[in-house]
């Protein structure tokens, strides 16, 4: 039967689970954070990062999707040799993910490297919400050039990138008198 494998699927909050688990007949997901668990939008759930999971598993996927996971891989060549050795013959992996070179990949970034990220964080989105939401980022893999590098390093034959952006979603970041930049950006 086919298989789905969603990596990084958290509490399954976001929505995306729900709308994969309509269309197909077999939805496996896997997350290090232990809010996976509580996610009923899976068939299974198993608490482990990838590389963990692929070790005991060959070939078993039709599809691998990630939503706002690269931007947090640490190692993107074990990551992407792991998606690699889980996919059947002809399986696709699918990734969205913030560009390191968007405005909201460089301002991470930078708070990152200024290390003030944890007070910004605080400030926009509350303390609370970042202590149960929040993992580091640390834009290893978030670039074209790099992905398409790691990608044929790992085996991956064919590569298609797409860009999309939904500036409202980032609206919340700026003082209400700079709400206009992410939508002129992304025009």
């Given amino acids: 039967k086919p298989a789905v494998l969603e990596v990084g699927a958290g509490r399954?909050?976001?929505?995306e689970a729900a709308i994969i688990r309509e269309k197909v007949p077999h939805l496996v997901g896997i997350d290090p954070d232990a809010g996976i668990l509580?996610?009923?939008y899976l068939d299974e759930r198993y608490q482990t990062s990838i590389e963990v999971f692929a070790r005991d598993r060959s070939a078993c996927f039709d599809c691998i999707y990630s939503i706002a996971v690269l931007e947090h891989v640490t190692q993107p060549q074990e990551f992407f040799a792991a998606c690699r050795s889980l996919l059947r013959p002809g399986g696709m992996l699918l990734c969205a993910t913030p560009?390191?070179?968007h405005y909201f990949g460089v301002a991470t970034q930078m708070s990152e490297r200024l290390g003030i990220q944890d007070w910004l964080l605080e400030r926009l989105i509350?303390?609370?919400h970042k202590e149960s939401y929040h993992f580091r980022a640390r834009y290893r893999a978030n670039s074209i050039r790099k992905i398409?590098?790691?990608l044929a390093q790992?085996?991956?034959s064919s590569v298609e990138f797409r860009c999309f952006d939904h500036p409202q979603e980032f609206e919340y970041v700026f003082p209400v008198a700079a709400?206009?930049?992410p939508a002129s950006y992304s025009r």
């Fill in 148 to 150: 398409k590098r790691v």
């Fill in 12 to 15: 399954g909050k976001d929505g």
């Fill in 179 to 181: 709400r206009w930049f």
């Fill in 126 to 128: 509350g303390c609370q």
């Fill in 154 to 156: 790992t085996g991956f």
């Fill in 38 to 40: 509580e996610n009923s």
């Fill in 99 to 101: 560009n390191l070179w």
